[in-house]
């Protein structure tokens, strides 16, 4: 069968950079409205409530991403398979990827609801959570994690859909749910006074209308191979899931878990530094769109090319995002550093929530940059499958260097905000470093295979 038989995206011939942004775009505007959908519950629940319930959404959302990263870590193995049978022509090798990706998403999502149920009480206390937040925290958490069956299914669809090179649907689904999202957020919280918890409710209701809304165009749209046909060799597919989707989904989780214990760290401080540094990390979210819609891209794009046994193509996409990448990179870097205050102020009226959030974001601005190379690099080598590198490196910095060091920063008389942050640029130095360092290894390996 021909390469190009199941893929028209164009990123297995001709110009580089064209496709390789076309399929971009729809995944900046997909991370734009997500980073929304998750803004608009803290900007809502900012303009409607008090502190208090400021910090039991910034805390409890940052508690539910942990597990959201899960599922998006698993996908990426989904999306890395399939995009391999896409370059290498093979339908049936994809139907067997899909096949077995229900098969497990289904165990996980019955595994990871039950535990958050049942152990959300010691979450809440394992975060620090100032008194005043914890009942609204725990409401918050518990309702979202009573809808993590719409998180893998969406997630699970979306991944499918950026393999064959398609990242226009997953920004569809994604548009209806951030829709449902803010009317229900303002229904819920503004008129109906109902605050962390209202705000846990439209998220829940935002993610199964786009669920349904994906289950009914896939409908109209079908997948161009069967998964029906390969229901029973679905089991296969699931082992080679696990391989390459369960260093990421490890990887991403202790990463995220990393910034929760530096939360921890900051909540101790009080109620006011708890919500100044939610809104922070609420708005790191915003400020990585464009390496972390490149980090899929490239994994999608290198995924395709190595199925088609094209390296140097996937090697010369790499170079290509990452002078892109590096220009939005700079200009997240000046709006944090000197445009904190002003982004901080979307999300809370306080004086001295905007100043500490504020102070974090200065601090941690350099972030920025690195992460414009970083993240791209990450992504080529998920499309190469060497994962369990990406989730060595991700441990190495969360474990032995982020959190190490905001607590020694944390120690030091008179810190605050802007001390504990500077340990998060200190980290993406590091991570960058064994990325390059990795990079220049398998520049060797293929030299000497060629």
Known sequence: MNNNALTKNGFLAGPILAPLLHFALP?????LLQAFYGGVDLMVVGRFAGTASVSAVAVGSQIMQALTVLVTGLTMGVTVLVGKAVGAGDREAAGRVVAGQVRLF???TVVLTAGMLA?????TAWMNVPPEAVPETMRYVRICSAGILFITAYNGISGIFRGLGNSRSPFLFVLIACL????????FVGVLGMNASGAALATVMAQASSVVFSLLYMSRHPLPFSVRAQWNKGRKAVGGILRLGAPIAMQDFLTTLSFLIIISIVNSLGLVASAGV??????????????????????????????ADQPARARAALFSAMRVSLCFGAAMFALTFWGGGLL???FSSDTAVIEAAAQYLRGSSGENLINALTFCMLGYFNGREH?????AQGLCTAFLVRIPLSYLLSLLPGAGMLTISLA????????LALCVGYLTVLHRRDKAAE
């Open 278 to 307: 939610g809104i922070a990390e609420k708005l790191f979210i915003f400020l990585s769109i464009t390496p972390v819609s490149f980090m899929s891209a490239l994994s999608t794009f290198t995924a395709q090319n190595m199925g």
């Open 387 to 391: 994962t369990a590198f990406v989730m």
């Open 424 to 431: 998060i640029p200190a980290t993406a130095l590091v991570s």
């Open 344 to 346: 901080a102020s979307l």
């Open 180 to 187: 449902v999202n803010v009317v229900l957020d303002i229904v």
């Open 106 to 108: 289904a165990l996980v």
């Open 119 to 123: 152990l959300t009480p010691a979450i």
């Open 27 to 31: 995944l900046v505007l997909s991370q």
